[in-house]
């Protein structure tokens, strides 16, 4: 069986508000599926969702841009195909297509199982679920939840972004009862045969989901998103493939499927993509470089020895401590770099000064001039920037236009969030290959830092003495929970930081000295003792970096003032006011001194168990916000992948497919041929058998027959080896 898999085609705007006769689709949609037709012989076609987004439009043109959905979609099979089944799965922008969290009308409302149900088959009671969202003054909606169909012998379980995101586009949180009716499905599906191969379709991933642009771009933790992994993580024949998170230089894959596959153990934990049975294929062609190189090093300023340095309360500023930037070339530019310290990029602003910016734009682009002697000449490669280069950075400022360059000087006397870092006029336009430099002021020293062996990244879960309960995380925001999450615990510059299980958010410090989940926090880990006969209280002395095993009070700075984690929580249930209570200590020398247990957490380390699903992203016909071509709005995106999926008796393979541009831009590599991932594994269907071949004939020659010759996909062969073959309608062995 082959499937051919493609999601978030975002037909928007000028695509489809106008009038009726010039709605159209994203040309990326129609050639994915003209090469679809050319060079595959699918059986099933899966849409993973956002279909139409951003703008409301009259039922008619709606209405058109659905039957131009069908249409397109079917012609992605081969000629002569009296079966074209498509599944449909909504996503956020697919109700009223993403109305600004206004209610949709009944219109629309994501539904597509009129088609689905002429094309595939009518949706019984007992293979349908459905929700009924309140629709205001129009009535109430009745939403079609989750679904199954039984297609070519295999299970598709499939559950639509319905209640919630019908509601509000933007809640990333399905239903409680339709994930319950996906697990009771599931369950009995799996009754009969507990080693068959189900697939399991839906928009939104998992937040831990490998490659995930950013955590907020997977499911809202909470119950339902519990639920929903507990129970497939019972299953580890079932594969799970999903659609939404196609923005910034994080979601296409670039050289191997791999990297957005994600396999969990029974416990929902994350584990290693490859063993014997999970294997990667290798890069064609094989000398081709894994990644272009950046330069991560130091920057110091020459005339005051200062680092330059980034943080969530001194925003961009000069300091003792050394901290790593980032620089990369630009992609489509033959002389501009990124500076990226702490997650944001340098940038020239409308004060012409120097702050951070969290997206790439003209003003957070560098020339870089290497320095020798009194002369500074424009860099064009990252190769060019060795360690203990001294280089000048210039930028263009939105207040004028005119170029400036970085200062090693704070605008604050007291470092803030609004500190910034002075400039030095250089030119009123582009400055050109050459500078002239006077004195050491506006000249920066690159330098490689020694890597210090940490210990770190290590993932732990952080379990109270008190309570053994783990740091974790509610629908509200940070709490204690019964189950064992794992948190990562890194080093970056010399500073410790948590990561909250499941998404990118950190254990973070904020008002009051109350901890919550947010931006990165640096912690402090002191090592605890028990109270002895001298000391009528627990001592804790500070460790430079944490080890599992070890009982630690946790502490953060905020506001001058030290605080220390407690088990206690703040405005419980209370959505995003809720918080971890922290006790204020005075910290003497190294140590601090405590009474209550409360305060006592222990880094465990959880072993992976078995293994179980895996889940992969399906591609993108609208990659967005990205080094590439940034926010490509309603013009075809370069990068353009969806996933082909082959399914063999003895194996699955994934493989992400170029239908797009490829090649090198700026500092990102995209491959035209992306290496397969390949699950190998008896593959048995809905009935329980095999997908074998049984009764193979033997030929001792081919024989002219009609030309052509199949491999057991489907696809047509030019030049057949020895193997198995389909031929004249037969299996043969060559």
């Keep these: 069986m082959t499937i051919g898999c493609l999601s978030d085609l975002h037909n928007e705007l000028g695509l489809i508000s106008g009038e009726l006769s010039t709605v159209k689709l994203r040309g990326t949609f129609g050639n994915t599926i003209k090469r679809m037709h050319e060079e595959e012989d699918v059986d099933l076609i899966c849409l993973g969702g956002d279909y139409t987004s951003d703008v409301t439009v009259s039922k008619e043109n709606w209405e058109r841009v659905k039957q131009l959905m069908r249409e397109t979609s079917r012609s992605a099979f081969r000629d002569g195909r009296t079966q074209r089944p498509v599944i449909y799965v909504t996503g956020n922008h697919d109700y009223e297509v993403a109305n600004f969290d206004k209610i949709p009308k009944g219109f629309n409302a994501g539904y597509y199982q009129d088609i689905m149900e002429e094309d595939i088959g009518p949706l019984t009671a007992h293979n349908a679920y459905y929700e009924e969202a309140d629709n205001g003054s129009l009535g109430k909606q009745k939403l079609l939840g989750a679904y199954h169909y039984q297609i070519k012998g295999f299970d598709f379980v499939m559950l639509n972004c319905g209640l919630y995101f019908f509601k509000n586009a933007w809640d990333y949180t399905y239903s409680l009862g339709s994930v319950q009716w996906v697990a009771d499905k599931l369950a009995e599906l799996y009754a009969s045969d507990p080693n068959k191969t189900v697939f399991f379709l839906l928009h939104v991933p998992f937040s831990d989901s490998n490659s995930i642009s950013a955590a907020n771009k997977g499911m809202k933790s909470g119950e339902s998103t519990r639920l929903l992994k507990a129970t497939l993580a019972k299953y580890p024949n079932l594969v799970m493939i999903y659609g939404h998170d196609h923005g910034t230089d994080s979601a296409f894959i670039r050289k191997r499927t791999s990297q957005r596959v994600t396999r969990y153990d029974v416990g929902g934990m994350v584990i290693s993509s490859f063993d014997d049975t999970h294997v990667d294929d290798p890069v064609l062609p094989p000398d081709t470089p894994e990644e272009p190189t950046s330069v991560t090093m130091s920057i110091k300023s020459v005339a005051t020895g200062k680092y330059l340095t980034y943080g969530s309360s001194t925003n961009l500023a000069v300091q003792d401590d050394a ?50 002697d009194n002369k500074a000449t424009r860099v064009t490669a990252t190769n060019e920037l060795a360690d203990g280069a001294k280089v000048v950075l210039v930028y263009k400022a939105s207040k004028d236009k005119k170029y400036y360059a970085l200062l090693p000087e704070n605008t604050k006397t007291s470092l803030s969030s609004d500190n910034r870092m002075k400039a030095q006029l250089v030119a009123a336009s582009d400055p050109g290959d050459e500078i002239s430099v006077e004195g050491d002021n506006i000249v920066w020293q690159l330098n490689q830092r020694e890597v210090e062996e940490t210990g770190l990244p290590i993932d732990a879960c952080i379990q109270n003495t008190a309570t053994g309960k783990y740091i974790g995380e509610d629908s509200s925001n940070l709490n204690t929970v019964d189950e064992a999450l794992t948190c990562n615990i890194y080093e970056e510059n010399g500073k410790v930081y948590v990561k909250m299980p499941n998404n990118n958010r950190h254990l973070h410090i904020g008002s009051g000295g109350r901890f919550s989940r947010g931006d990165a926090t640096a912690l402090k880990f002191f090592e605890v003792v028990a109270p002895t006969v001298e000391h009528g209280s627990y001592v804790g002395t500070l460790v430079k970096y944490p080890k599992t095993g070890v009982p630690y009070a946790i502490a953060a700075e905020k506001s001058g003032k030290t605080y220390l984690l407690t088990n206690k929580v703040y405005k419980a249930g209370e959505g995003d006011d809720q918080r971890l209570e922290g006790q204020e200590v005075t910290v003497n020398g190294n140590t601090v001194s405590f009474t209550d247990d409360n305060l006592i957490w222990t880094l465990k380390e959880r072993e992976p168990g078995d293994p179980s699903f895996f889940s992969s992203f399906m591609g993108s016909m609208r990659y967005y916000n990205n080094s590439i071509e940034g926010d490509v709005s309603v013009s075809n995106s370069k990068i353009v992948q969806a996933l082909m999926v082959y399914i063999y008796p003895d194996r699955i393979t994934l493989k992400m497919k170029n239908y797009g541009e490829s090649g090198t831009f700026g500092n990102i590599t995209i491959n035209k041929d992306l290496a397969a991932y390949t699950v190998y594994r008896e593959v048995r269907n809905a009935n329980g058998a095999l997908t074998a071949i049984k009764g193979v004939t033997t030929e001792n020659k081919m024989g002219k027959a009609d030309g052509r010759v199949y491999d057991l996909t489907g696809r047509q062969v030019t030049r057949p080896t020895h193997g198995v073959y389909v031929m004249n309608g037969r299996k043969v062995v060559l």
């Design 323 to 372: 901290m790593n930037a980032t620089i990369d070339k630009v992609a489509n530019s033959d002389n501009h770099f990124s500076v990226k310290l702490g997650g944001n990029y340098v940038y020239c602003g409308s004060t012409a000064t120097f702050s951070g910016n969290a997206k790439l734009t003209d003003y957070s682009k560098a020339f870089i001039y290497k320095v020798d």
